[in-house]
């Protein structure tokens, strides 16, 4: 049972380059998130899934897209890197959106030069 | 929106003492999630709490809830390097995603 997985652990990009980050899960879970973490921040929620087909946007959203076109995959894209952009991301998955667990993957190091 | 303060917000304690983190929510508690993190690593659930005056425990660690104060705490017994780490709260809101605290960074010396 993998869980939650991200990919890649680690990214180094320069400012204006796209890319996208990958979340799948294999629980069968209707909720995901994805969040950033910075020193001093703590965790921000960026944007968020209850279901296939719906998103929402979280605290920090700009700068970023999503999509959920099935329930295991939640990519987040970056359409153009600045670096404050650079960051811990994190993505999350739970049964339902509310008094659910969350469980969590390894996260996404992404320096923008 | 909701704000969750942790405090303190970091701590080093010599291995086999005792410990405790707190957590104050600005608003209203719905649950009160506990999380730990390892460095360069995920967050790893450890407990939720969901009524007034609940506690629950795991191992050498014990989490409460009251809820008139908006507050939980979470305690640690006899310290070990194992428990190092940084320690989350995070709060439903009732509606909403999680929100987080920032975090209470544990180092553990022999």
């Known amino acids: 049972n993998a869980g939650v997985t991200q990919t890649p652990k680690f990214q180094v990009l320069k400012t204006g380059q796209s890319m996208t980050l990958q979340c799948a899960q294999d629980m069968n879970h209707e909720y995901m998130s994805w969040y950033r973490q910075d020193p001093g921040m703590g965790l921000r929620l960026i944007h968020y899934s209850v279901g296939a087909g719906i998103t929402d946007q979280g605290e920090v959203p700009n700068g970023y897209n999503v999509s959920r076109s099935t329930t295991e995959d939640f990519p987040l894209r970056l359409l153009s890197a600045a670096p404050s952009q650079t960051s811990v991301y994190f993505c999350?998955?739970?049964?339902?959106?509310?008094?659910?667990?969350?469980?969590f993957g390894s996260g996404t190091q992404l320096s923008v030069l | 929106s909701q704000e969750l303060e942790q405090s303190p917000q970091s701590l080093i304690v010599q291995e086999g003492k005792n410990l405790t983190i707190n957590c104050t929510s600005s608003k209203t508690l719905y649950g009160l999630y506990w999380y730990k993190q390892k460095y360069g690593e995920g967050l790893i659930f450890l407990m939720m709490l969901q009524k007034g005056g609940e506690e629950k425990s795991h191992e050498k660690i014990t989490a409460k809830l009251d809820e008139k104060k908006q507050q939980s705490s979470l305690h640690i017994t006899a310290s070990q390097p194992s428990h190092a780490g940084t320690y989350l709260c995070?709060?439903?809101?009732?509606?909403?995603?999680?929100?987080f605290g920032k975090g209470t960074r544990l180092s553990v010396i022999a």
């Open positions: 995070g709060a439903d809101p009732g509606n909403t995603p999680l929100v």
């Open positions: 999350a998955s739970s049964y339902g959106a509310t008094n659910e667990k969350l469980f």
